[in-house]
Each structure stands twice: as structure tokens, then as C-alpha cells.
């Protein structure tokens, strides 16, 4: 069974600086996917970020990319220019394709709660 | 329209009361989900429909029965509940990729608050 964690329970952040959120987790698969997902306060979770295994090149999106270890099964989120709005819940997820095609199911990490203050 | 539905967004129940939740998408997703997310936890896979029919189910208790009437709908339905069934019950759908496998990207919605008393 695949895990995946994150170390980090709570961070904080200063507007307009950079701050970057740690998982790790463990898998035998050599073909998966890796996502984060952010949830605001009271208001639904949404992708920020997904990341391939068979990709070497590091996505990314505007102000957030990634550090992808593949060796080292680790998947860092780092946020540039933190804004108010990226305050909210991080959750680092893991994918493995499912034989049903069309569905995925997705194991989360325990996720870290990001705040961006003045 | 990229947003998914649900109804109600807070509901308080007996544990004898019947109740259902109500999920509902029009982006074409042909996979829908459930989850239960308890507080400052991470949400936890209960059911996924591909198709209209389900393929996952995470060995959710049976007073948890779910329901995909078409490609748009998603219904949970509830009876006899506990108080520790008290949680944010989250919809979400998602499409397959152009090579026709899944994409890992989920559309959620915003939740039912769920409480038993």
C-alpha cells in the first residue's frame, strides 16, 4: 500500500516571500502520479500542482512548482510571491492508475496547514 | 460550467432520521466520488462511480448507501447514523485523459456538513 506524508502540521509565511512544503511517501510502483491539492477555508479543495513519475522535468504552475526526487520519493511544493489567498490546507497526494479506466483514487497525506500574513 | 454541486450544505440528523446528500455535475465526468473528511484530517476515499456503476467501494458501512441515478447525479443516502458518522462529506468528479486513462485532477465540491446528534 502506498503512504504518503507530510512533517509538516503548521507553517507559516510573510507575504511576498517563498516557502516550501515537504512530502515524502512510499510506493513499489514505478508508473504514479503526484499532485497537490489546496483547500481554503470553507471552500473546496482544488489542484494546484501535478507531477508525473516518468516526467524528470519539474512542473510548474505560475508561483508554484515543484522539487520532484524520484530516487529519494520525495515531492516538495514551493510557493513564490506568497499572496493572502494561498493561505489554506495543503494536501500532497498520490496516484497509482486504476484498471477502471476512467477513476482515480487517491491516497492524501495528512496535509499542512499554510498561513500568509501581512 | 466547471463547478459540482451539493445539497444540502449543512444538515443535522437523528440517529433514526432518513436523509440523502446531493451531488450534481455537468462537465461531462463520467467518474464521481465520495469522501468523508473529519476535522483538520484528510479526506477519505468512501465510493467512486465510473460509468454509473460502482467500482470502489473503501468498506464504508451499510448504513452509508450510495446511489448514481445517471452520468450527472450522485446521491448518498443515509440511515441510522452514528454520532462519529458527524463529518464534511465531500462530491467530486473527474474526466479522463486524452489517452483515455485518468487524469488524478478531481473537481470537488464544497461539502454537506453532516451532524448526528
Known amino acids: 500500500a502506498q503512504t504518503v506524508t507530510q512533517s509538516q502540521p503548521e507553517m507559516s509565511v510573510q507575504e511576498a516571500e517563498t516557502v516550501t512544503l515537504s512530502c515524502t511517501y512510499d510506493?513499489?510502483?514505478?508508473?504514479?502520479?503526484l499532485f497537490w491539492y489546496k483547500q481554503p477555508p470553507s471552500r473546496q479543495m482544488i489542484l494546484v500542482i501535478r507531477q508525473e513519475a516518468y516526467k524528470q522535468q519539474n512542473a510548474t504552475e505560475n508561483r508554484f512548482s515543484v522539487n520532484f526526487q524520484k530516487a529519494a520519493k520525495s515531492f516538495s511544493l514551493k510557493i513564490s510571491d506568497s499572496q493572502l489567498g494561498d493561505t489554506a490546507m495543503y494536501f500532497c497526494a498520490f496516484m497509482k492508475p486504476l484498471n477502471t479506466g476512467t477513476a482515480s483514487k487517491l491516497t492524501f497525506g495528512t496535509g499542512t496547514r499554510l498561513q500568509v500574513t501581512l | 460550467d466547471t463547478e459540482v454541486t451539493q445539497t444540502p450544505k449543512h444538515l443535522v440528523m437523528g440517529m433514526t432520521n432518513k436523509k440523502s446528500l446531493k451531488c450534481e455535475q455537468h462537465m461531462g465526468h463520467r467518474a464521481m466520488y465520495w469522501y468523508k473528511q473529519k476535522a483538520k484530517k484528510p479526506p477519505e476515499l468512501m465510493f467512486v462511480?465510473?460509468?454509473?456503476?460502482?467500482?470502489i467501494n473503501e468498506s464504508v458501512p451499510s448504513r452509508f448507501s450510495p446511489e448514481c441515478p445517471n452520468s450527472s447525479l450522485l446521491n448518498l443516502h443515509l440511515h441510522a447514523l452514528q454520532p462519529e458518522d458527524s463529518a464534511l462529506y465531500l462530491c467530486a468528479s473527474s474526466r479522463r485523459s486524452l489517452a483515455g486513462g485518468p487524469t488524478g485532477e478531481l473537481f470537488f465540491g464544497e461539502g454537506s456538513r453532516l451532524t448526528v446528534l
Open positions: 462511480y465510473s460509468y454509473e456503476k460502482l467500482s
Open positions: 510506493t513499489s510502483e514505478s508508473n504514479y502520479y
